[in-house]
């Protein structure tokens, strides 16, 4: 089946220690990125990569880092997690970002909560 | 960027047919309209997208405007499982890759 896979879908953690979501899809995709979302702000763009080893920021980058070393998984890394990343957040991807009519599958999200 | 308007919400009984407006005054001759839902508790998933003419898939159709500056989604027998945020998202090949969500309109169906 294609589809996008985060892990974990929930986790609860404390300020200060590193975390990794992990993000993976199944349909040779080039493109992928990282979304938050929050109450009254919307999903915002953290972080997408074009392929391989071509990354870059989205609108809400400080405190977030990826890296895209196999085509297939695109981890999203807390260095230091702070209360303010407190959100729910989800991976998509899609076959080339350049072609602005493909559709962007999504994962399931995962739910963080900073303490 | 182009920007989209929504209502807030909207709500339908089952088994009869939706109309989901959107606005998009300012839209540009090469933007696409891409239509995504996000279901409770799950990631969004795209339902629909076209430039000028009408669509459909097997999930919804897309009516366009001539002019371009409104289109409307349409379910054409809602169920419950339609329940969800439904998002009009313009896509320019000029401003970036990503999915600008705004609010959406929360679509209510009752039995």
């Known amino acids: 089946e294609a589809q996008v896979t985060q892990n974990p879908r929930y986790l609860i953690t404390v300020t200060g220690k590193k975390l990794t979501v992990t993000c993976s899809q199944n349909m040779n995709h080039e493109y992928m990125s990282w979304y938050r979302q929050d109450p009254g702000l919307g999903l915002r763009q953290i972080y997408y990569?074009?392929?391989?080893?071509?990354?870059d920021k989205g609108d809400v980058p400080e405190g977030y880092k990826v890296s895209r070393k196999e085509k297939r998984n695109f981890p999203l890394i807390l260095e230091s997690p702070s209360p303010n990343q407190t959100s729910l957040y989800f991976c998509?991807?899609?076959?080339?970002?350049?072609?602005?009519?493909?559709?962007?599958?999504f994962g399931p999200g995962t739910r963080l909560t900073v303490l | 960027d182009a920007k989209t308007t929504q209502p807030n919400s909207m709500e339908s009984n089952e088994e009869e047919p939706v109309h989901l407006p959107c606005n998009h005054s300012?839209?540009?001759?090469?933007?696409?309209i891409h239509w995504y839902r996000q279901l409770p508790s799950q990631g969004p998933e795209y339902v629909i997208h076209?430039?000028?003419s009408n669509v459909n898939n097997r999930m919804a159709s897309l009516a366009i405007a001539e002019d371009r500056k409104s289109s409307t989604l349409i379910l054409h027998r809602a169920t419950l499982r339609d329940a969800a945020v439904y998002y009009c998202?313009?896509?320019?090949?000029?401003?970036?890759?990503?999915?600008?969500f705004g609010k959406g309109t929360s679509l209510l169906v009752t039995p």
């Open positions: 300012t839209i540009s001759g090469t933007d696409y």
């Open positions: 076209g430039l000028t």
């Open positions: 990569s074009m392929n391989v080893e071509v990354t």
């Open positions: 998509a991807s899609s076959f080339h970002a350049g072609q602005f009519y493909n559709e962007q599958f």
């Open positions: 998202i313009l896509r320019d090949p000029n401003s970036g890759y990503a999915l600008n």
